[in-house]
């Protein structure tokens, strides 16, 4: 559990500046890509596969 608290306290803290960055250099529809881009990893490694 301590170890999920850590890791969204981190992507709180660095999320937003990262995306600010990406945004400068990228604009906004690149810079909103990046989280569209993690998603399907992260949600597929949440997901409960049967025994």
């Not at 301590?2 to 945004?23: E, K, M, N, R």
């Amino acid at each position: 559990m301590s170890f999920v608290a850590t890791l969204g306290y981190i992507s709180f803290l660095i999320g937003p500046p990262v995306l600010g960055f990406l945004g400068e250099e990228q604009g906004l529809r690149g810079a909103l890509i990046v989280p569209l881009g993690l998603k399907p990893p992260i949600q597929s490694s949440t997901v409960r596969r049967a025994p």
